[in-house]
Nanobody, 117 residues
Framework: QVQLVESGGGLVQAGGSLRLSCAAS????????MGWYRQAPGKQRELVAA???????TYVDSVKGRFTISRANVKNRMYLQMNSLKPEDTAVYYC???????????WGQGTQVTVSS
């Protein structure tokens, strides 16, 4: 089992910044790729950004150039630096970890990000 705990969410004005953190514990040796998903009210959950074990990253088009995903494997942590935030970024953000042996996905409990206009 891998447990994931997010932190760093909150209320910010449009144009502001937030940094989300995800702390992993448990069988962390099983972690391969990690990612951040978000779900806004009335919308489907979407992948925001992902990072492989080797450090390759991918982003949804709407956040490219504004968000940066990173991970510190030694600290068992992953981050999402969010700059130039927009009201449409308002959502609950979830940390995920793709595990091996067996292949499963762990989810955190989510952290609320609210961007006011």
């Amino acid at each position: 089992q891998v447990q994931l705990v997010e932190s760093g969410g909150g209320l910010v004005q449009a144009g502001g910044s937030l940094r989300l953190s995800c702390a992993a514990s448990g069988s962390i040796f099983r972690i391969n790729a990690m990612g951040w998903y978000r779900q806004a009210p009335g919308k489907q959950r979407e992948l925001v950004a992902a990072i492989t074990g080797g450090g390759s990253t991918t982003y949804v088009d709407s956040v490219k150039g504004r968000f940066t995903i990173s991970r510190a494997n030694v600290k068992n942590r992953m981050y999402l630096q969010m700059n130039s935030l927009k009201p449409e970024d308002t959502a609950v953000y979830y940390c995920t970890a793709d595990l091996i042996a067996p292949m499963t996905r762990s989810w955190g409990q989510g952290t609320q990000v609210t961007v006011s206009s």
